[in-house]
């Protein structure tokens, strides 16, 4: 799958703005440090790889930008 308009929102110093939440339900994936571990860097796209057949992008986005606040696990 393909989010091409994700936006992580932001925390800064005293302003922030909520950003998007994405929910997964993926077997083995039940929090953020699990979800991080199959995530890499390709080009300006977040990759998570949860197998051979499975992934999400998330397009225009940084992985070092990401956090827990970003998904919620189900």
């Known amino acids: 799958d393909v989010v091409r ?3 992580p929102g932001y925390d800064w ?5 909520p950003g998007d939440t994405v929910s997964i339900s993926i077997d083995g994936i039940e929090d953020f440090d699990d979800l991080m571990a199959t995530a890499s860097q390709q ?4 990759v998570f790889e ?5 992934s999400l992008t998330l397009n225009n986005t940084f992985v070092f930008r990401l956090d827990g606040d970003d998904f919620q696990f189900v």
């Open 5 to 7: 308009d994700f936006d």
């Open 13 to 17: 110093w005293f302003w922030s703005k």
């Open 43 to 46: 080009g300006r796209n977040t």
């Open 50 to 54: 949860f197998s051979e057949t499975d």
